[in-house]
């Protein structure tokens, strides 16, 4: 059966009729469009906080298949914002999780799951055959790997973001529309846009991102409705308001004809290998050797750069600057002492410091090893991290 095709000798089992019956009380809501949404076949990229509400929406309206397709694990920080899980689900793989709950809210659709990470090999095979590809991701490779893909198979893509307390959701490449290579032709610089566990996420505003796409998608299955076509809805959640941006349409598609490097165009794999020139070069302590110059009355500056919420959980009593506002207080960090930075894990400390010595000069800092994991492993097991 072909892509949006109905096949007529399908029809809507009594229950089914029961079940859906909120959709076929809408005006213009027939049992053609349910019939429609059950033969639809959708993919959805991530099952993460913009992936769970787009799965149970989707699954309950009755869209017959669904691929959801994360390689990652449930972590408990996800519990904030993914609600497809519990506690129970903590280190279990997403798109697994995933598949258990949504067979038990609607037992009349079809669930795949695929624990993998899309990359150029892969994506082609794993992305053809839907109606429509919905991102639900968090980082720019992929983004552009499914915009790329969405243009070759031509197959519309519901895209959504989110940042702090700002949405973004539209459909690329629906129809010859704009995509989204023509919204962003170049990817930020890396490590210039911080990721959810540095800059943080409001909760609610991932399941209102991610219903407004559940919604997109209805409407491509349906053909009810306007499309978000050729348009950027964001979403601010401290504001009652949504702001519609047009998106021109720069011909970008045309320029797709084959699938990339998509962590070398983004500049992730040149990003690695400094990291790792970093990690040769840069100064450290470990913890052990941070503890015995606290109890021994040296003279250093101890720096966190996480941020504020983060040091309210546990610090080791260090002089809170949030990354982000390093930049803004180069003056307030000493070049005559010892100067030790520490983070959550230790990146995020090592890439500031690699930012200090390259553009202010620094020859004294040195990054915590670990950085507060390392100390509550190996110093204070009862202290409370997250």
Known sequence: ??????????????????????????????????????????????????????????????????????????????????????????????????????????????????????????????????????????NFPTRYLLNDCSVLLNTPLVFGSVFRWEGQVAIFNYRSSSTYRDLYPEPPQPGSVLTCEEAGVLGVLTGTIGCLQANEAMKLLTGLGTPLVDQLLIFDATQPQMQIMKIS?????????????????????????????????????????????MDGGATFQLIDVREPHEYDTCNLGGELIPMAEVPHQVDNISKDKQVIVHCRSGRRSGDIINWLEKNHGFQNLYNLKGGILAWAKEIAPSMPTY
């Open 249 to 293: 349409n720069r011909g970008m598609s045309a320029r797709v004809t084959q699938l990339i490097d998509y962590d070398d165009f983004c500049g992730v794999a040149k990003r690695g290998n400094e990291k790792n020139e970093n990690q040769k070069t840069m100064k450290e302590v470990t913890v052990q050797e941070l503890k015995s110059l």
């Open 1 to 138: 059966m072909s892509k949006g095709s109905t096949d007529r000798s399908i029809s809507l089992e009594k229950q089914e009729v029961e079940r859906y019956s909120r959709h076929l009380a809408l005006p213009d809501f027939s049992q053609a469009h349910q019939l429609k949404l059950k033969q639809s076949k959708v993919v959805v990229v991530g099952a993460g906080g913009l992936g769970n509400p787009v799965l149970q929406y989707l699954a309950a309206a009755g869209v017959g298949y669904i691929t959801v397709i994360d390689a990652d694990t449930v972590q408990l920080s996800n519990l904030q914002r993914q609600s497809l899980f519990s506690a129970s689900d903590e280190g279990k793989c997403k798109a697994e999780c995933a598949w258990a709950r949504l067979t038990a809210l609607n037992p009349n659709g079809m669930y795949l799951p695929i624990v993998t990470t899309l990359k150029a090999v892969n994506a082609m095979q794993h992305l053809q055959g839907h109606d429509v590809i919905i991102d639900c991701t968090d």
